[in-house]
């Protein structure tokens, strides 16, 4: 699976941002694609995820509510819609692909992009 990241970019506090996920090489049914991010100094950490087949998602506590995940089957895209943006949301943002079959599996990751959020 090869994964293109988009729309990262600068933005005031209290801002929006979307970034999308391209993905293209294989079917995605049973996969999960998900969104992680990684601030300096900081391990990277999972922000939202979605299943390809049901569209369940779940969120890190730290965007619920203000993040949403979506996917768009005819385009193979994953979507992260940000609202509210906060300083901390600063971060490289990847998104991330693989199998759910039992458990979830990150096997194919995108480049980064990044998202700067200015106080």
Do not use: H
Request: hydrophobic fraction near 35%; proline fraction near 2%.
């Amino acid at each position: 699976v090869q994964l293109q990241a988009s729309g990262g970019g600068l933005v005031q506090a209290g801002g929006s941002l979307r970034l999308s996920c391209a993905a293209s090489g294989r079917t995605l049914t049973n996969y999960g694609l998900g969104w992680f991010r990684q601030a300096p100094g900081k391990e990277r950490e999972i922000v939202a995820r979605i299943t390809w087949n049901l569209g369940t998602t779940y969120y890190a506590d730290s965007v619920k509510g203000r993040f949403t995940i979506s996917r768009d089957k005819a385009k193979n895209t994953v979507d992260l819609q940000m609202n509210s943006l906060k300083f901390e949301d600063t971060a490289v943002y990847y998104c991330a692909a693989g199998p759910t079959l039992g458990q979830w599996l990150w096997n194919y990751w995108g480049q980064g992009t990044q998202v700067t959020v200015s106080s």
